[in-house]
């Protein structure tokens, strides 16, 4: 399942993301449980191999690889998310993402790229939901001139950048633009896809609990352009 809409951005170069990768893939592989991999993979959906570390175990050894390590830049950010990304078990993939959830504010909008890379390569919602509301959520928040890519990605054909853009304001709450979070949830209320329709009501949601009125109101107003999924997700915790 894996797919991409672009050449993948180049890895710097990175003593650190050097450091990292050696120590991180000694300290996975020797915790592999092929058994649980094989669970791990069909409660995937098979999007990817596992190596069958349960999260709690995985972070410990996370921690333990990252032991001393120092503060990354931004090149070191993109070549230890960019390296993780091209070794094919799972696990991999979600210790990128841990770290750069941790280190997003140490990444400008130059940054996007790499996550838009991350997003459309062996997309599945286990990473991309948190790349969405972490990292580029991160990156819009500290420079709003990305808000105009959110709006192409609304529109992209991909659905895993179009759940991004719908995702990205997450955690934003009482720093939401409800104007545009209500504007792309229009631009793909027609859509088919399951993944899109969740996405929208989930993003509704989450702004209910800031503003329950103006959610309220936007599903009474534009109601027939939603999927039922998307309604009773918008107004699960607080009513019609």
Not at 2 to 7: L, Q, R, Y
Not at 40 to 68: C, E, N, Q
Not at 176 to 193: I, K, V
Request: glycine share 4%.
């Amino acid at each position: 399942m894996t797919v991409t809409d672009a050449a993948p951005p180049p890895v710097p170069r990175s003593a650190l993301a050097d450091a990292v990768l050696e120590r991180l893939t000694a300290a996975y592989a020797s915790a592999a449980d092929a058994e649980r991999a094989a669970a791990m993979r069909a409660y995937m959906k098979d999007v990817a191999p596992f190596l069958g570390i349960p999260t709690p175990a995985r972070r410990a050894l996370s921690r333990t690889v990252l032991a001393g390590t120092g503060r990354p830049g931004e090149d070191d950010c993109a070549a230890i998310a960019l390296r993780c990304w091209r070794l094919p078990e799972r696990e991999y993939h979600y210790f990128a993402v841990d770290y750069l959830r941790r280190h997003a504010a140490r990444c400008s909008s130059a940054f996007l790229p790499v996550a838009r890379h991350l997003v459309t390569t062996v997309p599945w919602w286990d990473t991309v939901d948190l790349l969405a509301a972490h990292v580029v959520g991160a990156l819009v928040a500290a420079d709003p001139r990305l808000t105009a890519a959110m709006d192409a990605w609304i529109r992209d054909e991909n659905l895993w950048v179009a759940r991004t853009a719908l995702l990205h304001q997450l955690t934003y709450k009482e720093r939401t633009d409800g104007d545009m979070l209500f504007a792309h949830c229009l631009l793909q209320s027609g859509h088919p896809g399951f993944f899109i329709r969740k996405a929208i009501g989930w993003a509704l949601r989450e702004y209910a609990k800031t503003d329950p009125g103006a959610v309220r109101d936007f599903v009474a107003r534009e109601r027939g352009r939603f999927a039922p999924l998307t309604v009773r997700e918008a107004l699960k915790n607080i009513g019609p």
